[in-house]
């Protein structure tokens, strides 16, 4: 199994500033995703990040929101910008296992914005 | 309606006690399914993987039943390390489908 460190394992920050959340896999990996996970809810895939192209969103996700990098196989960043109290919740990075469809996930970042 | 849906709970139940929990699908097209558990404040991780034939895995037994669209995860013997959210996992071309999750509460 891979293993996973996210950066900042929590947060509270204002409403209206960015934060970047940092993913970071031992192993080299082609894909990593992001999830969402709100207090009672299930986890909600926010995008898949490839190396050397651009994250493909999901329904509801932007780019301009949700801005994603992926410099190279180990490592991804998230950044949440113009925050508002409605993106309170646990971000999830994850990667995929060896049998099929499994995934592995980080810690994740627990946000709170005020 | 959501396409993966559970009994968030909790359900409290005594050690030792057996507990079955179930989890509805609406995609017929899907292909695999899973369980994962998540203790509070900790990411999900994989408990077992959903066979059509069923499978158990010690005191964990899985089912699933396409025609009903559903499946099921019966523990037995529960333990208090049980506690934790079972997430019902349901996979389509290569994108998971995740419920919110049944919350188990074993009480001594």
């Known amino acids: 199994s891979a293993v996973i460190s996210q950066k900042p394992s929590r947060d509270i920050c204002q409403r209206g500033t960015s934060l970047t959340i940092q993913c970071q896999v031992d192993s080299q990996v082609t894909m990593m995703f992001w999830y969402r996970q709100q207090p009672g809810q299930s986890l909600t895939l926010i995008a898949t990040a490839n190396q050397g192209s651009e994250a493909t969103y999901e329904s509801g996700f932007v780019i301009d929101k949700f801005p994603i990098s992926r410099p190279n196989l180990t490592f991804s960043t998230l950044t949440v910008s113009n925050m508002s109290p409605e993106d309170s919740s646990i971000y999830l990075c994850?990667?995929?296992?060896?049998?099929?469809?499994?995934?592995?996930f980080g810690p994740g970042t627990r946000l709170t914005v005020l | 309606r959501k396409e993966v849906e559970q009994d968030p709970g909790p359900f409290n139940v005594p050690e030792g006690a057996t507990v079955a929990f179930n989890c509805t699908y609406s995609?017929?097209?899907?292909?695999?399914f899973f369980w994962y558990r998540q203790d509070c404040r900790k990411e999900p991780k994989l408990l077992m993987s959903v066979y059509s034939s069923g499978n158990e895995d010690g005191r964990f037994t899985a089912q699933l039943n396409r025609a009903s669209q559903y499946i099921s995860l019966l523990i037995r013997d529960s333990k208090l390390s049980d506690s934790a959210t079972y997430l019902c996992v349901v996979n389509k071309d290569y994108q998971l489908i995740w419920g919110a999750g049944t919350k188990l509460i074993i009480k001594p």
């Open positions: 994850s990667v995929p296992g060896l049998a099929r469809n499994e995934q592995f």
């Open positions: 995609n017929s097209a899907s292909q695999s």
